[in-house]
């Protein structure tokens, strides 16, 4: 669902969250250059050799929980198609980006009934496809009225679903750990991953199961990342895998390219994890909401 015209909107926070390092840009491409594909690749090389970490990620069955549980947002209208990434967190509610829900121009804000959730997408088909009924943003969008406001920190939205598919598929757990605590998970053996649909393999869901390190900055409110990302992954869920558990600790956001480095962001769950409790049924202080496999009923979920 990113366009070209994201990767300079990102660049741009970016040259705001990193001062200190300007944006790169590309003098005199080459005809199979690219700039906005293959920045979001961290690669500078032709279309044909770049994109080389996001290739290497492993191709998963999408039926199988827990990535049947992932899945792709689609919005179409006249002359324009799109998609994100998105993660069941609930039986009725979807986990993504709220750039992923604004289409620009005259379209604005996406209408929820407008929106497809195809969960477990993989190549034309699915496990289980719902519409949705509402959105929740973060308090200061407004509601979805007005033109969208980039922000890393409050890139998240949630699309309450029509039918309750997460029953069928499962979904996913919520976990927002401190500093410390995602510090100590990763030294226990705890791995940071990725999953969704990158552009450049947009109709299998791909995972990329060990990212290495990732920390918080700007007081906590955003989340860098080391995974390997590209446009279409907006939405997708940054997980912690701690033996056989699966938890979605931020929602990947943006990624540009600095003097110095190719810089990933994301939305941490502690951003959201209120707002999913109540949805969840689950209110209160919360710094974990648990995960269920296909066929389990909640017992506390609204339904």
Not at 202 to 228: D, F, I, P, R, T
């Amino acid at each position: 669902m990113r366009q070209a015209g994201w990767f300079w909107v990102v660049c741009m926070v970016l040259a705001i969250f990193f001062p200190e390092g300007a944006v790169a840009q590309e003098q005199k491409p080459t005809a199979q250059f690219v700039p906005a594909l293959n920045a979001m690749c961290g690669s500078g090389q032709e279309l044909a050799t770049g994109c080389e970490e996001v290739k290497a990620r492993r191709i998963v069955d999408a039926a199988a929980y827990p990535w049947s549980a992932i899945g792709q947002i689609n919005f179409s209208a006249y002359r324009v198609r799109r998609y994100c990434t998105g993660a069941l967190i609930g039986e009725r509610l979807v986990l993504t980006a709220a750039h992923c829900l604004y289409a620009g121009g005259t379209i604005g804000w996406v209408r929820p009934q407008a929106l497809h959730f195809l969960a477990g997408y993989q190549r034309g088909g699915y496990s289980a496809h719902s519409t949705g009924t509402r959105v929740f943003l973060p308090e200061d969008r407004n509601g979805g009225n007005g033109p969208l406001r980039y922000d890393p920190g409050e890139d998240w939205a949630i699309l309450e679903l029509s039918e309750p598919i997460g029953r069928q598929v499962g979904y996913l757990g919520v976990f927002a750990p401190g500093k410390g605590e995602l510090k100590a998970a990763l030294a226990e053996g705890g791995r940071i991953a990725v999953a969704g649909y990158p552009r450049i393999r947009q109709h299998v869901l791909s995972v990329e199961e060990n990212c290495g390190m990732a920390h918080y900055l700007k007081n906590n409110e955003v989340l860098a990342h080391e995974c390997a990302v590209m446009s279409g992954d907006s939405g997708g869920p940054i997980l912690l895998m701690e033996g056989g558990k699966v938890s979605v600790i931020a929602v990947h956001s943006g990624a540009g390219v600095t003097q110095d480095s190719f810089i990933r962001l994301a939305t941490p769950a502690a951003r959201m994890i209120e707002a999913v409790a109540k949805l969840r049924g689950e209110p209160g202080e919360r710094k974990a909401l648990l995960g269920r496999a296909p066929g389990e009923r909640s017992k506390g979920e609204a339904k």
